[in-house]
């Protein structure tokens, strides 16, 4: 299915990382299954008890940059959270197609930007397993603007320090929030993504335009005068 979009008037791709260019499915699995699990040992306690203490501490977080950050996380839960994210760092994998996106951008003289709110050990982590990522012109990492995607001041930031034109800009992400954080920027072209965990279903309901795959707004036509 193409979906509609006009890329005679976009000059910049701003792209998230987790749920738009790798699978979700790593995260989530840590998040919800792996780290419970292994607090659960380490407490003392049982699973359910583990599982429901973190969804409770984690929801407090939401939306903010503690949210996004292991040094928070392993102060917070006195738990080595970069070496339990190692533990479980062969389930990093790239959403279908992100690689050939990437170098479809690149080719059609366009910038293609990596934009996300993950933390710079994570991150560290997810480009020595997804080397594919470093396509990207620049990797730009929220916390060095000690504030979260969502946050409304975020993309102002962003702007003066690394000048791109928002009414020329294509942002794919797959949370809705960060989506309307950018929309009220002035981000002219916004796309989330169906199916950011590969072991969950599709999502519906949405409010944007969603992806089902890369190929939806292939091919990418070269931007005169690149060639």
């Known amino acids: 299915m193409s979906l509609p979009l006009s890329w005679d008037a976009i000059d910049t791709v701003l792209l998230d990382m987790d ?3 790798l699978d979700l499915y790593f995260d989530n699995h840590f998040w919800l299954r792996h780290l419970p699990d292994t607090y659960a040992m380490y407490k003392g306690i049982p699973l359910e008890a583990a599982h429901e203490e973190l969804v409770a501490r984690f929801g407090k977080e939401q939306g903010t940059l503690n949210w996004y950050c292991l040094d928070f996380w392993s ?5 080595d959270i970069v070496a339990h994210k190692h533990e479980v760092a062969h389930l990093i994998r790239p959403r279908a197609g992100a690689l050939e996106f990437l170098e479809a951008i690149t080719n059609s003289g366009r910038h293609a930007w990596l ?8 991150l ?3 480009l020595d397993h997804s080397p594919f990522l470093q396509y990207c012109e620049r990797i730009i990492c929220a916390h060095e603007f000690r504030m979260p995607k969502e946050h409304p001041d975020f993309w102002a930031a962003l702007q003066a320090r690394d000048h791109f034109d928002p009414a020329r800009t294509l942002f794919i992400d797959d949370s809705e ?7 009220r920027f002035g981000i002219a072209h916004l796309l989330t993504i169906a199916q950011p965990d590969s072991q969950r279903p599709p999502r519906e309901g949405l409010h944007y335009a969603a992806l089902q795959h890369f190929d939806d707004i292939l091919p990418i036509p070269v931007l005169p005068g690149f060639l």
Do not use: P, Q, Y
Not at 75 to 79: Q, V
Not at 177 to 183: D, G, H, N, P, Y
């Open 75 to 79: 102060n917070e839960l006195d738990m």
């Open 19 to 21: 749920g738009t260019l």
């Open 177 to 183: 929030a960060v989506l309307r954080s950018a929309e």
């Open 115 to 122: 934009v996300t709110n993950a933390h710079h050990h994570s």
């Open 124 to 126: 560290s982590l997810k």
